[in-house]
């Protein structure tokens, strides 16, 4: 499945690994998600997956999450563009 990142340091971390310290002991998490992610078809691929716990957030309008781990979450929203679906990968959060 296609997608963007809305915040450049998640880009950049994606692209570069820059910055990795600030997420500790989640790096490859995140690369793992992101792999599984770039490998779906579409956003009933990541429902299948019961290991992401992809789920909609509560009074967060459109945002969805799937962990990365215990603590962090990886929030996305699911757009639509003249190309098809793609995820916008919004941030990394701590959830703990």
Not at 1 to 16: C, H, P
Not at 45 to 70: A, C, P, T
Request: hydrophobic share 35%; glycine share 4%; charged share 40%.
């Amino acid at each position: 499945m296609r997608f963007e990142f809305k915040k450049k340091k998640i880009a950049a971390l994606y692209y570069e690994e820059k910055n990795a310290h600030k997420y500790p002991n989640v790096v490859d998490d995140f690369f793992d998600v992101m792999s599984t992610l770039d490998s779906a078809e579409d956003e009933r691929d990541l429902y299948v997956l019961k290991g992401l716990h992809f789920e909609k957030l509560k009074g967060r309008k459109g945002e969805r999450s799937v962990r990365l781990n215990q603590q962090w979450r990886l929030i996305l929203s699911i757009k639509e563009d003249k190309e098809g679906t793609y995820l916008l990968i919004i941030d990394i959060e701590d959830y703990h």
